[in-house]
C-alpha cells in the first residue's frame, strides 16, 4: 500500500543539477521537463520508449547524475 501517494519524476532544477551532454540524456531530461511541476508517473515513462528504453537503469542514471528528482504526491 502507498497510502494514496503518487510518484513521479520533474526535472532537478538546483545550481547542482547536472548538465546532461549527450543527446539521448538530453532528449529524457527535456521531456521530463515538458510535464513542468506535474512531473512524469512510472507508468508514463514505462509506456514511452522513444526516451526511457530500459526504465530502470535510465531513471536511476538520471537520479545519481541530478538530472531529474522524485516528487511524492498525495
Same mark, same amino acid.
Given at each position: 500500500?502507498?497510502?494514496? !501517494? %503518487?510518484?513521479?519524476f520533474i $526535472?532537478?532544477? &538546483? #545550481? *547542482? $543539477?547536472?548538465?546532461? %551532454? $549527450? #543527446? /539521448?540524456? !538530453?532528449?529524457? +531530461? *527535456?521531456?521530463? @521537463? ?6 512524469r508517473s512510472?507508468?508514463?515513462?514505462? &509506456? /514511452?520508449? @522513444? /526516451?526511457?528504453?530500459?526504465? #530502470? $537503469? *535510465?531513471?536511476?542514471? *538520471? !537520479? #545519481?547524475?541530478?538530472?531529474? @528528482?522524485?516528487? +511524492?504526491? @498525495?
Amino acid at each position: 500500500m502507498n497510502g494514496g !501517494l %503518487t510518484i513521479k519524476f520533474i $526535472a532537478y532544477l &538546483a #545550481q *547542482d $543539477a547536472g548538465r546532461p %551532454t $549527450a #543527446q /539521448h540524456n !538530453l532528449s529524457r +531530461v *527535456d521531456w521530463i @521537463k515538458e510535464s513542468g511541476k506535474e512531473g512524469r508517473s512510472l507508468k508514463e515513462i514505462f &509506456a /514511452h520508449p @522513444k /526516451h526511457y528504453k530500459n526504465p #530502470q $537503469a *535510465d531513471l536511476n542514471y *538520471d !537520479l #545519481q547524475k541530478k538530472y531529474i @528528482k522524485i516528487k +511524492v504526491q @498525495k
